[in-house]
């Protein structure tokens, strides 16, 4: 079956693609607020430890798994034992959520990236906050509504067409073409970005709030689950991406030494970001007068109203509003594409599908029901907490399921470990062995109770969300996905897909 697959034509193109995947929101709006919020300068210890001794680890064995069983996720773990089959549906299930928030994401990316020629926030008084909540997406409370707002939904659909093309073309033509053209760009933007963060007035300040090294968090475990936690999401392991790419590997390609460097890569980007990203929030901080820590934050608040404030107020500011969205955009697009191609892969194979076939009956449901939901004004809302849900324990089950039903009930490492080692410039031997079946499993689970624990003693939101709310869009589709996961691990496969191996 390999030899008639659609294949990366080198390493360095695969390279290209995971790091594609790995760059995303993550590196650029969540790692400098958890660098900061976690130690500051401290935090690069409990950073790097996660790095080596569950990162990398864990980006081999899903390297391994791809390149050897050569499927999507759920073939490749269904060639390793029947019933992981249901690890790789869930791992799609949770990409299938993941994407339809990406697209939105990246939507709103791309109509900031054209606000900023003209600061069209300026035009609410109220400021940046209310433009985005009021103006652009017309946001009203918890509830069920389907107003649509033409001002999203466009974007939006334009985004899904974008997708729907790229992955349409293929692994060489489609997804290759797409992060040689996506990437390099993102990095000179953001390298200009973060260059011209550093001459404003004040960058100095956000730098020493994001580097002055608090010892004392290093006590602090929750320090240590959040290093591990922003490792996991940063190099997008256990969401069947890193599966689905190594299966267009060549049979003989250096695996170990391709994931170091597309580790060393995402963190370089990651710290670069952070000092880009808090150059600008001391900037901030600087012209209202107040501390880094009354401006500092993540996610949607730091990109859409954080951003837009320093926008207007900083020299040349429409430039940093092209470069900071325009590499949101490109990061957003290239990590959308590495999502959408897992359940695209999924389906293709489990059904015994064309390409074509494959991502017409995937991306046309998705985008449909992305579009219901997410331009409406009660879609943010249910949104925020799927994907609160879904990537705090969700890929850390994932992953945890995945590693124990290898290592221990598959009792695949040692395969796996001369696999890797025989195709690669770097060895995977011993050490790798101890540190995915007994490290990994072992900071998965302590995570992964933490997360559980906490999810029960403050639900999230900190009341802003009724409790049925959480309890339906939250743990009930948490449920569901498992349940559903378990559900396309019966269906049969057709028979020109063969799903045992040796
Ligand atoms: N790794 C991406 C980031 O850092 C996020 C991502 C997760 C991308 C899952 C693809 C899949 O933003
Ligand atoms: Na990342």
Redesign the pocket.
Known sequence: PRAKRDMFSSRNIFILAAIG???????IW?FPYVAYDNGGGAFIIPYLIALLCAGLPLLLFDYAIGHRYGGSAPLSFARVQKWMESVGWWQVLV?VI?GIYYAVIVAWALMYTIFSFNKAWESNAEGPGAFLFGDFLQLGDVGVSFDFVPGVLIPHALVWVAVFVIIALGVKRGIAAANIVFLPLLMIMFLALVVQSLFLPGAADGLNALFTPDWGALANPGVWAAAVGQIF????IG?G?MVTYSSYLKRRSDLAGSGAVVGFA?SSFEILAGIGVFAALGFMANAAGTGVEDVAGAGIGLAFVAFPTIISQAPFGELIGVLFFGSLLF?GLT?MI??IEVVVAGVRDKLNLTRLQATIAVVVPMAIISLLLFPTASGLYVLDVLDEFVNKFGILAGALVSVIGVAWVARRIPTLSRHLTSVSSIPAGRWWQILISVVVPLALTGILVSEVVTKISEPYGGGDYPTWFLGVFGWGMSALLVVLGIVLAMLPWPKAIRTTFD
Not at 21 to 27: E, K
Not at 233 to 236: K, P, Y
């Open positions: 995947s790995a760059v995303g929101l993550g590196n969540r990409c993941i999401f940063s190099l997008s969401f991406i995402n990061a990590s590495s999502i």
